[in-house]
């Protein structure tokens, strides 16, 4: 089970920003990053990584998710990424694996690009963030939240997807808030100049993808491993975009051995 929550205060280009983190586990540190579906998305896996591996697996919550604060001039990929940088070096740790799953996969790809000495290794997981000729990135703020199930999942009957028109108040503020965050740090899901730039990751890199993902297709995939040097290709039978969720102990074995 995860600690109770804490928060700190990391100063970046953007000024200070309170980030709120949760810790399970103890051992080798795994910084595990969520997409657009939030911090809840990567909960019940943070626990099965912890327990399986023996790690100290970090959960953090992107500023602007789940009610917590967003400065406004932290407004970006990258920021996130400086953001992410920082907290490695105020929790003082090293030969970290960083684990990411949509947009925290983009996150993940970007915090290796910093070149940051804590990071030893990176796990992109379904990510998004790259740009790539005839496998278009779905429009995801354009779904109903059916569409939203056909896309991300092999089995659509198994997703929950939750409408804010149903929900009560405070519930359908905390979707609302994590949707328009996701807004502001993706815009339209790409960087043009990111397929290019990931020739200079210089650490192992795992790229692990859902072969029914429907939010960015295997081929999509395949061309984020391409680019990274060294990078491994495992792809995940009846999967869809969030592995964690789906099939957690078929991603946990194409992990395994990265994070152990």
């Known amino acids: 089970m995860p600690s109770a929550d804490s928060t700190l205060t990391v100063t970046t280009s953007a000024g200070p920003v309170p980030i709120t983190i949760?810790?399970?586990?103890?051992?080798?540190?795994t910084l595990l990053l969520h997409g657009g579906a939030g911090p809840?998305?990567?909960?019940?896996?943070?626990?099965l990584l912890a327990t399986r591996t023996g790690t100290h697996v970090i959960t953090p919550v992107h500023?602007?998710?789940?009610?917590?604060?967003?400065?406004?001039a932290l407004s970006t990929v990258h920021g996130l990424a400086e953001l992410y940088a920082g907290l490695l070096d105020a929790l003082d740790l090293d030969d970290?694996?960083?684990?990411?799953?949509?947009?925290?996969?983009?996150?993940?790809?970007?915090?290796a690009l910093r070149r940051s000495p804590r990071v030893g290794r990176i796990a992109v997981v379904d990510a998004v963030g790259i740009d790539v000729p005839g496998h278009p990135v779905a429009d995801f703020f354009a779904l109903t939240p059916a569409e939203v199930a056909a896309h991300s999942y092999h089995d659509p009957s198994k997703a929950v997807i939750p409408d804010?028109?149903?929900?009560p108040p405070a519930a359908r503020d905390v979707l609302l808030g994590n949707r328009a965050a996701l807004a502001v740090y993706g815009g339209g899901m790409t960087?043009?100049?990111?397929?290019?730039?990931?020739?200079?990751?210089?650490?192992?890199?795992?790229?692990?993808?859902?072969?029914?993902?429907?939010?960015?297709?295997?081929?999509?995939?395949?061309?984020?491993?391409?680019?990274?040097?060294?990078?491994?290709?495992?792809?995940?039978?009846?999967?869809?975009?969030?592995?964690?969720?789906?099939?957690?102990?078929?991603?946990l074995g194409a992990l395994r051995e990265l994070v152990a």
């Open 40 to 47: 809840a998305s990567v909960s019940a896996f943070a626990d």
């Open 96 to 111: 970290v694996t960083v684990i990411g799953n949509s947009v925290g996969g983009w996150v993940a790809a970007e915090l």
């Open 164 to 167: 804010p028109s149903t929900l």
């Open 191 to 251: 960087d043009p100049g990111l397929l290019a730039r990931l020739s200079s990751v210089d650490v192992p890199a795992l790229v692990v993808w859902g072969e029914a993902d429907r939010i960015a297709d295997p081929d999509y995939g395949r061309a984020f491993a391409a680019a990274i040097p060294g990078a491994r290709f495992v792809l995940l039978e009846r999967t869809g975009h969030v592995p964690q969720i789906e099939t957690p102990e078929a991603l």
């Open 63 to 72: 500023p602007g998710f789940d009610g917590t604060p967003r400065p406004a």
């Open 22 to 29: 949760a810790e399970r586990g103890s051992g080798r540190a």
